[in-house]
Antibody
Framework: EVQLVETGGGLVQPGKSLKLTCATS????????MHWVRQSPEKQLEWVAQ??????????YYAESVKGRFTISRDDSKSSVYLQMNSLKEEDTAIYYC???????WGQGTLVTVSS | EIVLTQSPTTMAASPGEKVTITCRAS?????MHWFQQKSGTSPKPWIY???KLASGVPDRFSGSGSGTSYSLTISSMEAEDAATYYC?????????FGSGTKLEIK
C-alpha cells in the first residue's frame, strides 16, 4: 500500500525557516518524481516544487512564488522527500502535501502557519 | 505561466441533473487532469489525461476537451458527487491548478 506522510508543519514567524518531511512507503521511491503542493486557507491549490530521480540528475523545479526561498531535496535511502522553507511569508500559510506519481497519491498534509 | 480558469465557481444541481464544469487554459495544453476534494480530506485524482477515469470513479463522470478548453461532465448528479473539483495542467512548468468549482446538491 502506498503511503505518504508529511510532518514538520507548525506555527512560525515571518522571516523564519521550517523544514517539511514526507516519508513514503509502498513503492520504489528511488525511481519516483516527487512533488510538493500546497493549499491556502482560501482553498486554492498551488504546485510548489518537483524533484526528479537520480537517473534525471535529481532535477528540481519550483513555482515562481517560492523560487530562491524553498529547496526541495530527497534521501533515497530513507524514501523521503523534504521541503526546506526559508524567509517565510504570511502568504506561505497553507496545508502542504507531497504527491506521487503525477499527483495520483497524496499525503494527509501538514499545516504551516506563518504569523507573528 | 498557464492560467486555468474554471467555471462556474459554485453551482448546485438536483439529483439526476446533468452537470458540466469547464476549465479554460490561457495557452494550449496537451491534457487536462481533474481532482475531487471533499471537506477535510486531500484531493483525489478523478480524471487524468483529459478523459480517463481514475480507479473507483463512477462511469457517470466523463472528461473531454483539447487545446485550451476542457470539461468534466456528470451525466446524472448524485448526492455523493457534491464536492469541489479542480483542474490541473502539467504540460508545462510551472504546473497550475484551476481555482476550483464547488458543486452542491439541491
Amino acid at each position: 500500500e502506498v503511503q505518504l506522510v508529511e510532518t514538520g508543519g507548525g506555527l512560525v514567524q515571518p522571516g523564519k525557516s521550517l523544514k517539511l518531511t514526507c516519508a513514503t512507503s509502498g513503492f520504489t521511491f528511488s525511481n519516483a518524481w516527487m512533488h510538493w503542493v500546497r493549499q491556502s486557507p482560501e482553498k486554492q491549490l498551488e504546485w510548489v516544487a518537483q524533484i526528479k530521480a537520480k537517473s534525471n540528475n535529481y532535477a528540481t523545479y519550483y513555482a515562481e512564488s517560492v523560487k530562491g526561498r524553498f529547496t526541495i531535496s530527497r534521501d533515497d535511502s530513507k524514501s523521503s522527500v523534504y521541503l526546506q522553507m526559508n524567509s517565510l511569508k504570511e502568504e506561505d500559510t497553507a496545508i502542504y502535501y507531497c504527491t506521487w506519481p503525477g499527483f495520483a497519491y497524496w499525503g494527509q498534509g501538514t499545516l504551516v502557519t506563518v504569523s507573528s | 505561466e498557464i492560467v486555468l480558469t474554471q467555471s462556474p465557481t459554485t453551482m448546485a444541481a438536483s439529483p439526476g441533473e446533468k452537470v458540466t464544469i469547464t476549465c479554460r487554459a490561457s495557452s494550449s495544453v496537451s491534457y487536462m487532469h481533474w481532482f475531487q476534494q471533499k471537506s477535510g480530506t486531500s484531493p483525489k485524482p478523478w480524471i487524468y489525461d483529459t478523459s480517463k477515469l481514475a480507479s473507483g470513479v463512477p462511469d457517470r463522470f466523463s472528461g473531454s476537451g483539447s487545446g485550451t478548453s476542457y470539461s468534466l461532465t456528470i451525466s446524472s448528479m448524485e448526492a455523493e458527487d457534491a464536492a469541489t473539483y479542480y483542474c490541473l495542467q502539467r504540460s508545462s512548468y510551472p504546473f497550475t491548478f484551476g481555482s476550483g468549482t464547488k458543486l452542491e446538491i439541491k
